[in-house]
């Protein structure tokens, strides 16, 4: 076996990543897998699902990729649209922040190639290139900001519900000092559907374009949207 084909192996086998996402650094993520999903209602940035978080020490990061687990709902086309923007927050207290009116950076996508039947679950793995403004922006240090999706088409973001109230900052896994401090639908704070919930919102960087990283990346050749599909 070539050294490189061992390699992505070993990354697999203990989960760091996927082919994709080999040589990327997680900054964000929920911890535990989904087992449900809710959907979009109305339109503006205030018609969200979001996460709000604060950054680490070193300063200057930019997100590379951003993955979002979906669910297809009613849409059979294969295709649907949204907002991504990164927001500033209106505090910095847990399960309180919320998105603030100040967008400083945002991208509309559109994935391609999703599965064409009702209510199917599946991952949509965003790149830079379907995120030139988000990628661009250089997020400072400690710092809290709000990371939202809006304006989607007739799809669902999948969550896991049933956490204790308060406690669902717990159930996302950090790195690089980064802190998750609220899950919000509709900019309205401390989203709990039943309990606590997280929403399938992962995001970070590529390693070499980690603050204080020396790592290597592989390169990317951008290209349409992937997705993964996932088991209900």
Do not use: C
């Not at 979002?68 to 847990?94: F, I």
């Not at 991952?123 to 290139?129: E, L, M, Y």
């Not at 929403?199 to 020396?214: K, N, Q």
């Amino acid at each position: 076996m070539h050294r490189n084909d061992i390699m992505e192996a070993l990354l697999l086998a203990i989960g760091i990543g996927s082919t994709a996402h080999a040589s990327n650094v997680t900054w964000f993520t929920p911890t535990d897998p989904v087992n449900s999903y809710t959907t979009w209602t109305g339109t503006g940035y205030t018609q969200n699902f979001g996460v709000a978080f604060t950054t680490g020490s070193a300063g200057g990061f930019k997100i590379s990729w951003i993955d979002l687990g979906l669910n297809t709902y009613t849409n059979t086309s294969g295709t649907v649209s949204l907002k991504v923007a990164l927001h500033n927050t209106t505090n910095s207290t847990a399960y309180s922040a919320v998105a603030g009116s100040t967008a400083y950076a945002t991208d509309t996508i559109t994935i391609s190639g999703m599965p064409t039947t009702q209510a199917n679950y599946f991952t949509a793995n965003i790149t830079s290139a379907q995120l030139p403004n988000i990628s661009a922006y250089a997020m400072s240090a400690n710092t809290s900001y709000a990371l939202i999706l809006y304006d989607a088409g007739n799809v669902g973001i999948s969550r896991r519900t049933g956490y204790a109230a308060n406690t669902s900052n717990n159930f996302y896994t950090t790195s690089n000092g980064f802190a998750a401090l609220d899950t919000f639908r509709n900019n309205t704070a401390n989203y709990s559907p039943s309990g606590g919930a997280t929403l399938a919102i992962s995001f970070g960087a590529t390693a070499s374009a980690v603050p204080g990283s020396g790592a290597i990346a592989l390169v990317a050749v951008p290209g349409l949207l992937g997705f993964r599909r996932r088991r209900h």
